[in-house]
């Protein structure tokens, strides 16, 4: 028997997941977004530029701590989602659900969602040397981590925990 909280989040998913089909530029965005490489290759990009592109030394030097605590907060969260996923190996949405992933069939768990977890990790840190481009990244995450719901991927809980490990890395 399911929990309401579990059927919740399948409603959520299921809900979210069910924009995809409706039309062709959506998919495609939500494709590109969630993708492993979109998001993930323009916060690295975001990493070398606060590495080398600050003028003022003092100002550079605190950037370069920066990147090296987000880099610090990718691995760390990585590292407890697999923790995790040796003690809970939540199946993904599209093994219990009656959906096809937009994207690829992932093989590892669901929960948490180790993409999200390592993109807050990062944009959380780059927030705390780069408060605008913190602040992008952030938006830049949370719209990641819904591309994933909608493309199949994921379930809610499994971003919002994700979100929370990067977050607190």
Known sequence: MET???????????????LIGQSLVFDTTIKYVASD???PASLG????????????????????????????????SNLLVMIINTIYARPRPFADLDV??????????????????????L???????HRKLGSVFI?????????RICGGV???????SGAFIGAIM
Request: hydrophobic share 50%; glycine share 4%; net charge negative.
């Open 154 to 160: 994921h379930y809610p809980t499994d971003v919002i």
């Open 37 to 39: 490489y979109l998001v």
């Open 100 to 121: 096809i992933p937009l994207l690829y069939t992932p093989t590892d768990p669901s929960f948490p969602a180790n993409s999200t977890a390592a993109a807050f990790g």
């Open 45 to 76: 990009l975001c990493l070398i530029s606060l590495w080398f592109i600050e003028q003022d030394r003092q100002k550079r030097q605190i950037q370069q701590l920066g990147v090296i605590v987000a880099l610090t907060a990718m691995s760390l």
């Open 123 to 129: 944009c959380l840190s780059i927030w705390g040397v």
């Open 4 to 18: 309401t909280f579990a059927l919740a989040d399948q409603r959520i998913f299921l809900w979210l997941n069910n």
């Open 139 to 147: 938006g830049v995450s949370v719209i990641f981590a819904i591309s």
